[in-house]
C-alpha cells in the first residue's frame, strides 16, 4: 500500500491549508488513519488520528483548529488545518494502521507517506 501526502506550503500565519493523503487502494476506508508532523530537532507527534467510523482524536496543540476527515470514494484521507501558527511548522506525514479502530500509539502505524512540509511564517 502506497500513501501520497500533498498539499503543503508556505503560508503566513493565521491561514489554512488542506493536506491530503491518497492511497493506492482503499486502505483510508479500511484502516485506522493519522497524520503525524515532525519539526527539526523534534520527535514525530501525532497530530490527528480517524477510525474507520470517523471518531476522531485531535493533540492539544491543535485541537479546535485542525479537522481530520475522510472520503471513502476516493480513498483519501485530509487534514483541515486553520490558524496556523509559526510552531505548526513541519513536515506532515499521513499513516495508515493495520486496525480499522482509531490509533493514537504511532508504533501501530506500519504503512507511510513519504511526508509534505508546511513552513507557517510570522
Given at each position: 500500500?502506497?500513501?501520497?501526502?500533498?498539499?503543503?506550503?508556505?503560508?503566513?500565519?493565521?491561514?489554512?491549508?488542506?493536506?491530503?493523503?491518497?492511497?493506492?487502494?482503499?486502505?483510508?476506508?479500511?484502516?485506522?488513519?493519522?497524520?503525524?508532523?515532525?519539526?527539526?530537532?523534534?520527535?514525530?507527534?501525532?497530530?490527528?488520528?480517524?477510525?474507520?467510523?470517523?471518531?476522531?482524536?485531535?493533540?492539544?496543540?491543535?485541537?479546535?483548529?485542525?479537522?481530520?476527515?475522510?472520503?471513502?470514494?476516493?480513498?483519501?484521507?485530509?487534514?483541515?488545518?486553520?490558524?496556523?501558527?509559526?510552531?505548526?511548522?513541519?513536515?506532515?506525514?499521513?499513516?495508515?494502521?493495520?486496525?480499522?479502530?482509531?490509533?493514537?500509539?504511532?508504533?501501530?502505524?506500519?504503512?507511510?507517506?513519504?511526508?509534505?512540509?508546511?513552513?507557517v511564517s510570522s
Amino acid at each position: 500500500v502506497q500513501l501520497q501526502a500533498s498539499g503543503g506550503g508556505l503560508v503566513q500565519a493565521g491561514g489554512s491549508l488542506r493536506l491530503s493523503c491518497a492511497s493506492s487502494r482503499r486502505t483510508s476506508s479500511n484502516n485506522g488513519m493519522g497524520w503525524f508532523r515532525q519539526a527539526p530537532g523534534k520527535e514525530r507527534e501525532l497530530v490527528a488520528a480517524i477510525g474507520w467510523s470517523s471518531n476522531t482524536h485531535y493533540s492539544d496543540a491543535v485541537k479546535g483548529r485542525f479537522t481530520i476527515s475522510r472520503d471513502v470514494t476516493k480513498g483519501t484521507v485530509y487534514l483541515q488545518m486553520n490558524e496556523l501558527k509559526s510552531e505548526d511548522t513541519a513536515v506532515y506525514y499521513c499513516a495508515a494502521a493495520r486496525s480499522s479502530f482509531l490509533v493514537t500509539d504511532r508504533s501501530l502505524y506500519v504503512n507511510w507517506g513519504q511526508g509534505t512540509l508546511v513552513t507557517v511564517s510570522s
